[in-house]
Every structure is written in structure tokens, then in C-alpha cells.
């Protein structure tokens, strides 16, 4: 069936260092959407891709959708504590009335 | 304030009972949804509703029963809870059916079941 994998399942990083999460579908997307999830917290939408190939920024965290429409990625310059939490890429499924949500990655900062 | 709200935000109780999740959206939102979060972070869809009729039950026991008396509420009563049934049930809302529209959840409410 229909599959949306993401990785790697947990990432630790220093405070200061880069993170990035990667998602691959099993088909191609008509969009991609991310979320984060704090520690205790409920799922938040930070954005929507939609084109081939489209990159876009919010301050620190940068998202690309491959020209494929089957990949995608979430990256975090300069990590900081406020960026802990899970990010979950999620796309449609081929019936279009629900998303297929990647199991997540947690983003874990050293002390 | 605009948002999706859910009560209670904890919830407490044996096997075999029976309790309700009550959910509210004031975003005027055609479509609502119940997710479950399992102990690993995995988000499962339950159900969708829009405008009040069912669109997705995903393979849910029907020990689970969804209620939208109007596109602003959707209610989930679980009659006779097994230990399984413990997890986090986030209630959600997107402004029109159909997997392009974003979804705003509400805060949870984590079920644990003894």
C-alpha cells in the first residue's frame, strides 16, 4: 500500500549544529505538508509544498519538495532549544480525503 | 480565542468502562477528525467527518462511535475500554474535505486505561 517513510527516527545534535529530517513517499504527492510536535504538545502545520522542486523558508528551518513530488526534506540551521519536538511530514493518499502521515523524527538536543 | 478545543485533557478509568471525548472548532471549518497517538508517536486516523456526515472510518473498532450533532463539534464515546485504547486522542479541523487543506489539532487528551 500507499507509504510515506521518514528518517532517521531520532536525531541528537549539540546546540548550534544543523538538523534535517528527510521523507520519501512510495508515490508521487500532489503536496506535503509538515508539522512539529513539542515535548507534551499537540501537532502544529508549518507549511505546505506543492511544486516540483519547491524550496521555502521560514527563518531558520528551510523545505524542499523534489522535483519527483516524491521526496522531501525539513532543514534546521543552527539549532536552538526551542526546536525540540517531533516534525512529521504527512501527504495525501491517492483518494485524496486523508493524509498518510511518516512515523515522525524527534529532534533532541544535547545537554 | 480561535481554536480547536477538547475535553477533558486527561482521562482515567478501568477496562470495560465507557467515556466521551467532546470537541469543539470555532475556525468554521466544513471538516473535523479524531487521530489517535500511540506510545510511539504514530499518528492513525480514525475518523473524518465534513459538514457532519462520516467521510473516513478507518478500520476502528466499533466500540468507537463518532457524534457530530453540527460541523463546529465532533464527539468520540468509546464504550467498553480495553488496556489498548490508552493513547493520546487528538481531535483536528481543516477549512474543506480532502488531504490539501491543513489541519489544526486541538490539544489532546491522553487516555490511560487500567
Known amino acids: 500500500g500507499q507509504q510515506v517513510m521518514q528518517i532517521p527516527q531520532y536525531q541528537h545534535v549539540q546546540e548550534g549544529e544543523d538538523f534535517t529530517t528527510y521523507c520519501n513517499s512510495s508515490t508521487t504527492l500532489s503536496n506535503i505538508q509538515w508539522y512539529k510536535q513539542r515535548p507534551g504538545g499537540h501537532p502544529v502545520f508549518l507549511i505546505q509544498l506543492v511544486k516540483s522542486g519547491e524550496v521555502k523558508k521560514q527563518k531558520r528551518l528551510t523545505f524542499q519538495f523534489g522535483e519527483a513530488k516524491k521526496n522531501s526534506s525539513l532543514h534546521i540551521t543552527a539549532t536552538q532549544t526551542t526546536d525540540v519536538g517531533t516534525y512529521f511530514c504527512?501527504?495525501?493518499?491517492?483518494?485524496?480525503?486523508?493524509?498518510?502521515w511518516g512515523a515522525g523524527t524527534k529532534l533532541i538536543i544535547k545537554p | 480565542d480561535t481554536a480547536v478545543s477538547q475535553t477533558p485533557k486527561y482521562l482515567v478509568t478501568q477496562m470495560g468502562n465507557d467515556k466521551s471525548i467532546k470537541c469543539e472548532q470555532n475556525?468554521?471549518?466544513?471538516?473535523m477528525y479524531w487521530y489517535k497517538q500511540d506510545s510511539k508517536k504514530f499518528l492513525k486516523i480514525m475518523f473524518s467527518y465534513n459538514n457532519k456526515e462520516l467521510i473516513i472510518n478507518e478500520t476502528v473498532p466499533n466500540r468507537f462511535s463518532p457524534k457530530s450533532p453540527d460541523k463546529a463539534h465532533l464527539n468520540l464515546h468509546i464504550n467498553s475500554l480495553e488496556l489498548g485504547d490508552s493513547a493520546v486522542y487528538f481531535c483536528a479541523s481543516s477549512p474543506r474535505q480532502g488531504a490539501s487543506s491543513p489541519l489544526h489539532f486541538g490539544n489532546g487528551t491522553r487516555l490511560t486505561v487500567t
Open positions: 504527512a501527504g495525501p493518499k491517492v483518494s485524496n480525503y486523508q493524509l498518510i
Open positions: 475556525l468554521g471549518h466544513d471538516t
